[in-house]
Antibody
Framework: EVQLVESGGGLVQPGRSLRLSCTAS????????MSWVRQAPGKGLEWVGF??????????DYAASVRGRFSISRDDSKSIAHLQMNSLKTADTAVYFC??????????????????WGTGTTVTVSS | DIQMTQSPSSLSASVGDRVIITCRAS??????LNWYQQKPGKAPKLLIY???SLQSGVPSRFSGSGSGTDFSLTISSLQPDDFATYYC????????FGQGTKVEI
């Protein structure tokens, strides 16, 4: 069964750091890009960032709201992706979802979508 | 940044109704548009990708259309399991979501 399980959430004070983990199973982790999406309490979904597979350089992209504070890494040998969150703000309080980012070629163009989601881990930033 | 605007923000419908949700991008995104369904306390679920491709396992009553800046998600005959919040997401440049449309009884 294809599965993603997030861990590492919790209560943290503003300005501190936290590292989330996403453990994958049921598929060849190294073949896929991985993304993080968050959802503040009672709010909509916000794309946070993603990391490409090593075949595409393992490079990263981030939303403007977290760029410079958050970083994503991956350990393909352990099928784990990490979200390192530094200088946390109360606005970062949310459920954080890990997702598998997949692509498909349709009529000669690459289309990207998130087809597998974890159940999420809750991060609360508060003093 | 590309902004995504959904309408309506919420709607009330009955089982068997035809429901249409629209999504507009602030610039052309060709067909780089995905739709997700989310139920309370659960992770989102992919319904449609590339504007009109149905994800495997998703019922055929769901369909997507559009290109450029204007898109729609149609539920041809609303079922009890379809009451949820629906989000569009552009994949043209990074991955902005719309604000969501809540479908209520």
């Amino acid at each position: 069964e294809v599965q993603l399980v997030e861990s590492g959430g919790g209560l943290v004070q503003p300005g501190r750091s936290l590292r989330l983990s996403c453990t994958a199973s049921g598929f060849t982790f190294g073949d896929y890009a991985m993304s993080w999406v968050r959802q503040a309490p009672g709010k909509g979904l916000e794309w946070v960032g993603f990391i490409r597979s090593k075949a595409y350089g393992g490079t990263t992209d981030y939303a403007a709201s977290v760029r410079g504070r958050f970083s994503i890494s991956r350990d393909d040998s352990k099928s784990i992706a990490h979200l390192q969150m530094n200088s946390l703000k109360t606005a970062d309080t949310a459920v954080y979802f890990c997702t598998r980012r997949r692509w498909e070629i349709i009529r000669g163009y690459y289309y990207y979508y998130m087809d597998v989601w974890g159940t999420g881990t809750t991060v609360t930033v508060s003093s | 940044d590309i902004q995504m605007t959904q309408s309506p923000s919420s709607l009330s419908a009955s089982v068997g109704d035809r429901v249409i949700i629209t999504c507009r991008a602030s610039q052309s995104i060709n067909s780089y548009l995905n739709w997700y369904q989310q139920k309370p306390g659960k992770a989102p679920k992919l319904l449609i990708y590339a504007a009109s491709s149905l994800q495997s396992g998703v019922p055929s009553r769901f369909s997507g259309s559009g290109s450029g800046t204007d898109f729609s998600l149609t539920i041809s005959s609303l079922q009890p399991d379809d009451f949820a919040t629906y989000y569009c997401q552009q994949s043209y440049n990074i991955g902005t979501f719309g604000q969501g449309t809540k479908v209520e009884i």
